[in-house]
């Protein structure tokens, strides 16, 4: 029999594994608060449950708990940056930033990823394979018990594309929300996407209130093609309408992410046509001065074009921020930590 993911249950699906088991309904409610409000890293935590009942859940189930590989925390910001290592021995990358608001991790939602945008680092060596929703839960797990300090603010933009392990990341979005577990509010949580239309229409009927973030990247599909591979397939005509839907149907604002590309998309030009692509869409522009990777030779834009191509939105009317880069000095962009690290072992083996 194939061993049980049994973090990535829900509490009746727990309910009759543990029925299965022979074990009486509410060891599933003690089970279920040890892995989902206690964070216990390992059965052998859980005292309350009986010996047996615990070699029992060892023989028939997996139970993810990540390891810390590393961790890196900044002087400058307090932000930490992650290295877990997954039961199968895969790395991935997950990183907490402390706002005065509250704490907020940033998940990856696979190992690797295969959109293959120009400027991102995850995506260099390709898809290794999906998260499951335990996986993707773990992450925060896993930081709120070691640092005892809440998680409030959930984003998922660390390495992979959420849309691409459709099922696993509304599974986590159930879990993550639920008042049985952390209860983080679905409101505080965002899904970020290269924009794939079939995901984004199927997330606007599942009645979550998350907010989602489009990797835009560009004001046409020209310049996006030149960026995002994944354009290719998609066109703005079709993105956009699908991105208005979801608006329509939970009412929660659009992001626009659209990192800023010297020489590529940063000139008043592309302002301007960002601006009137966007203007009826109720979104709000994030705007991200691109992380340079080695492998790649894009620049950031100067500050100077940074605040030309804000004060324009603005004066568009347009809701605009510039993130804030955090943990500079605890190095670079998405999966780029992962990628030295891999490459380390590779080297040293
Ligand atoms: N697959 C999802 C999540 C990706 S990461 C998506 O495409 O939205 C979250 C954001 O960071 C995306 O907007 C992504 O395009 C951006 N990003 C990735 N690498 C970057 C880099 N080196 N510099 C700036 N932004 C980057």
């Known amino acids: 029999m194939d061993k049980k993911d049994i973090k ?20 599933a409610k003690q089970l279920y608060q040890w892995m989902h409000q206690k964070l216990a890293p390992s059965y052998d935590d859980m005292t309350n449950l009986s010996k047996g009942f615990r070699e029992t859940l060892k023989e028939h189930t997996d139970y993810t708990s990540h390891q810390i590989v590393q961790m890196y925390e900044s002087e400058i910001d307090g932000t930490r ?10 790395i991935i990358e997950s990183v907490l930033m402390r706002y005065k608001h509250g704490n907020s991790v940033c998940i990856s ?14 995506t260099l060596d390709g898809l290794t394979r999906n998260l499951t929703a335990s996986e993707m839960l773990d992450q925060i797990y896993r930081i709120q018990y070691t640092t005892g300090e809440r998680v409030s603010n959930i984003v998922i ?29 679905q409101r505080n949580i965002t899904v970020s996407t290269c924009g794939i239309v079939p995901g984004i229409k199927k997330f606007a009927e599942e009645g979550l209130s998350v ?9 046409n599909d020209e310049v996006r093609k030149t960026l995002m591979p994944i ?27 659209y990192s800023l590309v010297q020489g590529v998309n940063d000139n008043l030009d592309e302002a301007k046509r960002l601006a009137d692509l966007i203007k009826d869409m109720h979104g709000h522009v994030n705007l991200i001065p691109v992380n340079p990777i080695k492998e790649r030779d894009y620049k950031q834009s100067n500050r100077e074009a940074i605040e ?14 510039v993130r804030r880069e955090m943990g500079r000095d605890i190095g670079g962009a998405c999966g780029q ?5 891999l490459k380390k072992e590779e080297g040293e083996a």
């Open 8 to 27: 990535s249950m829900n509490l009746s699906e727990l309910t009759e594994f543990v029925r299965e088991l022979g074990e009486k309904p509410f060891r």
């Open 81 to 90: 940056k992650y290295l877990f290592g997954l039961n199968d021995g895969n």
């Open 109 to 122: 939602s696979q190992v690797g990823c295969r959109m293959g945008c120009r400027f991102c680092a995850s």
């Open 157 to 185: 933009m660390g390495s992979g594309e959420p849309m691409d392990n459709y099922d696993n990341v509304v599974k986590f979005l159930h879990l993550i929300s639920d008042e049985n577990g952390l209860n983080i509010s």
């Open 211 to 219: 907010t989602l973030a489009l990797s835009l990247h560009a004001p």
């Open 231 to 257: 354009a290719y397939k998609y066109s703005l005509s079709e993105i956009l309408p699908a991105c208005k839907e979801y608006f329509e149907k939970t009412g929660r604002r659009l992001t626009f992410e």
């Open 308 to 321: 030309q191509f804000k004060n324009y939105l603005e004066r568009k009317g347009i809701n605009v921020t």
């Open 337 to 341: 930590l992962r990628k030295s690290y």
